[in-house]
Nanobody, 123 residues
């Protein structure tokens, strides 16, 4: 099966930037839609951003639109989430997820999940 590994998390100051990476195993990963979700302590998991197969389209949650960019490198089987102007409310564990279908904001629709990467924005 497809394995997803997140990296790039860490501690960043308010207003700073960070780039998360989601590296995937498996062939034809560009055929999968990939999304980023996040979950803060005591809160529900929420959708952040998604990129379609072959990067035909992207989707962003209102809370991050204009501050985040999702992209993919086909040759490296990697999807990125570039975050800027970070706020304390961005603090969460970030997960990447993939499915062999079009993008959706519903987490349960995604078949494959990474282990998560902690992002902490100090206040």
């Amino acid at each position: 099966q497809v394995q997803l590994v997140e990296s790039g998390g860490g501690l960043v100051q308010v207003g700073g930037s960070l780039r998360l990476s989601c590296a995937a195993s498996g062939r034809a990963f560009s055929s999968y839609a990939v999304a980023w979700f996040r979950q803060a302590p005591g809160k529900e998991r929420e959708f952040v951003a998604a990129v379609s197969q072959y990067a035909w389209s992207t989707d962003y949650a209102d809370s991050v639109k204009g501050r985040c960019t999702i992209s993919r490198d086909v040759a490296k089987n990697t999807v990125y989430l570039q975050m800027a102007s970070l706020k304390p409310e961005d603090t969460a564990v970030y997960y990447c997820a993939a499915r062999y279908r079009g993008t959706t904001r519903i987490g349960a629709a995604y078949e494959y999940w990474g282990q998560g990467a902690q992002v902490t924005v100090d206040s």
